[in-house]
C-alpha cells in the first residue's frame, strides 16, 4: 500500500511540474513570449498552496478513498480541458484549476503517518516523497519529449489520462479511514491558520520550506529558459533529459528519513541550507554554456534537489509530532506556505531571468538560501 501510495503521489505532484520543461513550446505554440508562457507553472504552484489551503482540511472531514479518488478525477478532466485551450489566458486558468485540485501528496502524507508506529514516520515520509520525486522527475522528461515530438498539447493529454486511471485505482484499493473531525468546513479552514498562530515549530518548518521550495522551482523554471535560450539552444527535451540526472534524489530521500529518525529535523535542516547555498555556486557555472556549463547544471541541479527534499522530510517529521488528531490541517498549513514560496520562487526567477540572465536566478536561490539558513542559526543559538 505504501508503494501504491507513493506512486500516486507522483502521478499527482507530476501535473504541476510538466509545464515547467513544455513552457517554452507553449511560447512558440501560441506566439507569446517565453517569460509570459511561463506563467503556466507560476498559475499551478499557485493554485496548488490554494488547493492545499482549501482542500486538504477535508482530510480531517472526510473519509481519503473517495476524497481523493474525486480530485484526481476533476485532475484529470482539468488537464484534458488544458490541452483544448485555444489561447495563453485560458490555457493559464486550466493550469490554475489543475493545481488546486491535484493535492493527493498533501492528503496522503497525513493519512499515511497515521497508519504507521512513530519510529517509522520518517521512513515512510521518505518513501512517499521518493514516489513524488519520482513524478517531478518523469513528469518534465516525459513532457519534454512528447511535446517536442507531438507538441505542447500532447504532455497534458498524457498526464489527464493517468490521472483519471489513478483515481479508478484507488477508489478501489485505498483503505477505509473514519474521519477523526466532524468540525464544519469554515472550522477547519480557521484551524490550519490558527495553528500556524499558536505552534512556532509549525511556523518554523513553514519558513524553511518556503525558502528551500522557492530556490527549488526558481532554478528550473530559469533552467527551462536558459536551455533554449542563446547560451545553448536546445529544445525543451534537454530539460527533461536534465531532470533524469537527478533521478537519485529519489535514493536520497528514504535515507534523509532515517536520518531524520536517528538524528532528529534540526541535524538535517543545517545540512540541506548548506547545500543549497552550495549548488548556487555550481549552478552559477552553468553559464559559461557548452560541456562543462552542462556538467555544472546537472551537478548543481542534483545537489539542490536532495537538499531540498531532505530538509522536506526533516520538516513533515517535526510537525506531525505536534498534534496527532489534526494532521491534516497542519499539513495545510506547512504545504500551502511551501508552495506560496514555490509561486514566489518561479515569478522572482523569470524576472530575474528577464535583467539579470542565468547569475541573477543564481543570485536568488543562494539569497533564499541564506535565508532559511540565518532563520536556523537563530533558533540553534536560542535554543
Known amino acids: 500500500m505504501v508503494l501504491l501510495l507513493a506512486v500516486a503521489c507522483g502521478v499527482a505532484v507530476g501535473n504541476i511540474y510538466f509545464p515547467q520543461a513544455i513552457s517554452p513550446l507553449v511560447a512558440a505554440g501560441l506566439h507569446v ?39 484526481l478525477s476533476v485532475t484529470g478532466l482539468s488537464l484534458l480541458a488544458a490541452s483544448a485551450a485555444p489561447g495563453l489566458p485560458p490555457l493559464v486558468a486550466a493550469s490554475a484549476l489543475v493545481g488546486v485540485t491535484t493535492v493527493v501528496a498533501p492528503l496522503v502524507a497525513p493519512m499515511a503517518a497515521g497508519l504507521v508506529a512513530d519510529d517509522r514516520r520518517g521512513a515512510v515520509t521518505g518513501t512517499l516523497l521518493a514516489g513524488s520525486i519520482g513524478g517531478m ?20 493529454v498524457l498526464a489527464g489520462a493517468v490521472s483519471l486511471l489513478m483515481a479508478a485505482v484507488l477508489a478501489r484499493t485505498l483503505p477505509r479511514t473514519a474521519p477523526p473531525s466532524r468540525q464544519p468546513y469554515p472550522a477547519l479552514l480557521a484551524a490550519s491558520l490558527r495553528l500556524l498562530r499558536d505552534e512556532p515549530e509549525l511556523r518554523r518548518s513553514c519558513f524553511y520550506q518556503a525558502t528551500a521550495f522557492g530556490a527549488f522551482t526558481a532554478v528550473w523554471t530559469g533552467a527551462a529558459l536558459l536551455l533554449t535560450g542563446p547560451a545553448y539552444g536546445l529544445g525543451a527535451q534537454a530539460v527533461g533529459v536534465l531532470a533524469l540526472v537527478n533521478v537519485a534524489t529519489m535514493l536520497a530521500t528514504p535515507a ?6 536517528r538524528r532528529g529535523p534540526d541535524a538535517v535542516n543545517l545540512v540541506c541550507f548548506l547545500a543549497i547555498l552550495a549548488s548556487a555556486a555550481v549552478l552559477a557555472l552553468g553559464a559559461t554554456g557548452g560541456v562543462p556549463g552542462l556538467a555544472a547544471l546537472a551537478l548543481g541541479t542534483l545537489l539542490l534537489d536532495v537538499a531540498m527534499q531532505s530538509g522536506m522530510v526533516a520538516n513533515q517529521v517535526r510537525i506531525w509530532a505536534l498534534r496527532p488528531e489534526v494532521r491534516s490541517r497542519l499539513n495545510t498549513a506547512y504545504m500551502m506556505c511551501a508552495f506560496l514560496g514555490g509561486g514566489l520562487g518561479s515569478w522572482a526567477a523569470t524576472r530575474a531571468h528577464t535583467h539579470l540572465a542565468w547569475p541573477g536566478v543564481c543570485t536568488l536561490i543562494a539569497t533564499l538560501a541564506a535565508l532559511g539558513l540565518a532563520r536556523h542559526l537563530l533558533h540553534t543559538r536560542k535554543a
Open 33 to 71: 513570449p517565453p517569460g509570459t508562457a511561463a506563467l503556466i507553472v507560476t498559475a499551478a504552484q499557485f493554485g496548488y498552496a490554494a488547493g492545499i489551503f482549501l482542500l486538504v482540511p477535508l482530510g480531517d472531514r472526510f473519509p481519503h478513498r473517495p476524497l481523493i479518488a474525486a480530485l
Open 137 to 156: 522527475l518523469l513528469s518534465r522528461a516525459a513532457g519534454g519529449t512528447l511535446g517536442e515530438w507531438l507538441g505542447w498539447r500532447a504532455p497534458y
Open 256 to 261: 534523509a528519513g532515517r536520518a531524520v529518525d
